[in-house]
Each structure stands twice: as structure tokens, then as C-alpha cells.
């Protein structure tokens, strides 16, 4: 089984900061994971992209984080993260960790996605 888990949401303040983390782990060895993502989906609106990171640390982020979130992997341990600070309310939302493939000694799996963590900002 090849799964990612998001960690580190929670109730965060106004101006503040949380990091985010996302683990991925299988059965089998893993050799490698593609792009990694974080969406976010909030109540009653689509899922967006929030920030990428390829696997040699190439970054891009949404214009409406782009200098408050850092996106960041460790590709020993099958993690990518996310530093969030300067938090809005508009933040809110539920986050998730995606890639385009993941590659084990017995097979890849493609379009994973984690569980979602909550995180919610408000004072």
C-alpha cells in the first residue's frame, strides 16, 4: 500500500505561523516521488493549487501565498512541508499533499493523495 499523511494543522492565529508536513510511505521500498503539491479546498469553494516543488526543489505558489508559504522536501525521508506564516483567515481550509507519481521496487503508483489536514486561523 503507498499512501501520503499530512500532519501539523490545527487552529492557527492571525499573523501567525504552522507547518505543515507530508510523509509518504509504502509496502515496498520507495525509490522515488515526483512533483510534490499542497492544495487547499475551503468550505463551499473548489480545490486550488497552493504550492509545487519538483523533485530537485524547484518551487512555484499560488499569487496568494507567494511570499508568506515556503514549500520544501526531503527526499530521504519522503517528505515534503509546507511553512505557512503570516496567516490570514483565508487560509482556512482543509490542505492536501499530492504527486504524480510515486515509484517502489514493486510498482508505481500515480495521482496520490493524502487524507487532508484541517487548518483553520482565527483569533
Known amino acids: 500500500q503507498v499512501q501520503l499523511v499530512e500532519s501539523g494543522g490545527g487552529l492557527g492565529q492571525p499573523g501567525g505561523s504552522l507547518r505543515l508536513s507530508c510523509a509518504a510511505s509504502?509496502?515496498?521500498?520507495?525509490?522515488?516521488?515526483?512533483?510534490m503539491r499542497w492544495y487547499r479546498q475551503a468550505t463551499g469553494k473548489q480545490r486550488e493549487l497552493v504550492a509545487a516543488i519538483t523533485r530537485s526543489g524547484s518551487t512555484n505558489y499560488a499569487d496568494s501565498v507567494n511570499g508568506r508559504f515556503t514549500i520544501s522536501r526531503d527526499n530521504a525521508k519522503n517528505t515534503v512541508y509546507l511553512q505557512m506564516n503570516s496567516l490570514k483567515s483565508e487560509d482556512t481550509a482543509v490542505y492536501y499533499c499530492?504527486?504524480?507519481?510515486?515509484?517502489?521496487?514493486?510498482?508505481?503508483?500515480?495521482?496520490?493523495w493524502g487524507q487532508g489536514t484541517q487548518v483553520t486561523v482565527s483569533s
Open positions: 509504502a509496502s515496498a521500498k520507495i525509490l522515488s516521488i515526483n512533483d
Open positions: 499530492n504527486t504524480d507519481r510515486i515509484s517502489t521496487t514493486l510498482r508505481s503508483v500515480f495521482n496520490v
